[in-house]
């Protein structure tokens, strides 16, 4: 996840409430894709739910907890636990536990798909996402000092490129992820998309909405669409997937 959460307004607001848990909880517009956790008027966690179709509340965790030493030491040892599916859900039943959610305005993105790693990565380059990383940095891209971006090469949409990477001429990258090494030829249009380490995308490429593995290579002049993934160190020969109507 990526988070602009302020960690001290979140344990302020966990001292106030004298809680044992407090949850940090934020609303999106589509919470059926998450598990929800409806808060009452005080706002007290009255349950932790999971995916639904009908969820009750736009609420859901966001993932960031404040615990009391006492339920610490209550959560079992030895063996893997999951907080969310057995520790919450047996606090909240034995009812001697108060258990709050701080709902959270700030800056929150999943990042467990890869359509969702761009965007943050887009967000934090562009200023979206706060993180001291980065402070002060605001434009359309992030280039390492080590990377080697030829004149003509247009670089937008919050693109970020790595150390010893080489963007060729009349290139353009709108809010990719290009990672070290990686090798851009002339004319290659990329968007929204991540270049794992070491890879080669021959001249001309298109690539949409795609994740090149490490160490791959693209031939000249091939269209990778709608999600293409392409596996670490695959080779495609020039032109090996088309779809203009030019072939």
């Known amino acids: 996840m990526l988070s602009g959460a302020d960690l001290a307004q979140l344990l302020d607001f966990h001292r106030s409430n004298r809680a044992d848990v407090t949850l940090q909880l934020v609303r999106v517009g589509d919470p059926r894709a998450f598990g929800c956790v409806p808060t009452d008027e005080e706002d007290r966690v009255v349950a932790f739910l999971e995916k639904t179709e009908d969820p009750p509340t736009d609420q859901i965790n966001a993932g960031c ?4 030493r006492n339920v610490i030491d209550r959560i079992p040892q030895g063996r893997e636990v999951s907080v969310e599916r057995e520790v919450f859900p047996a606090l909240l039943a034995d009812g001697d536990c108060k258990i709050y959610g701080y709902v959270d305005a700030s ?22 996402a706060p993180s001291p990383a980065l402070r002060g940095h605001r434009g359309e891209q992030l280039v390492h000092d080590g990377a080697a971006v030829s004149p003509g090469a247009l670089l937008i949409g919050g693109t970020v490129v790595g150390r010893g990477a080489e963007i060729g001429p ?21 968007e929204r998309s991540i270049i794992g380490f070491g890879a080669r995308i021959g001249p001309r490429a298109l690539i949409r909405d795609g994740v090149i593995g490490d160490g791959a290579d693209i031939g000249a002049r091939c269209e990778l669409l709608s999600g293409a993934r392409v596996w670490p160190g695959v080779f495609l020969p020039d032109g090996g997937i088309r779809y203009s109507s030019d072939v």
Do not use: H, K, N, Q
């Open 107 to 128: 800056y929150w993105r999943d990042m467990g798909t890869p359509e969702d790693f761009v965007r943050g990565s887009a967000d934090l380059v562009r200023g979206i």
């Open 170 to 190: 009349g290139t353009r990258l709108d809010g990719a992820v290009i990672f070290d090494g990686v090798r851009v030829e002339a004319g290659c249009v990329i």
């Open 65 to 68: 907890y404040v615990f009391e």
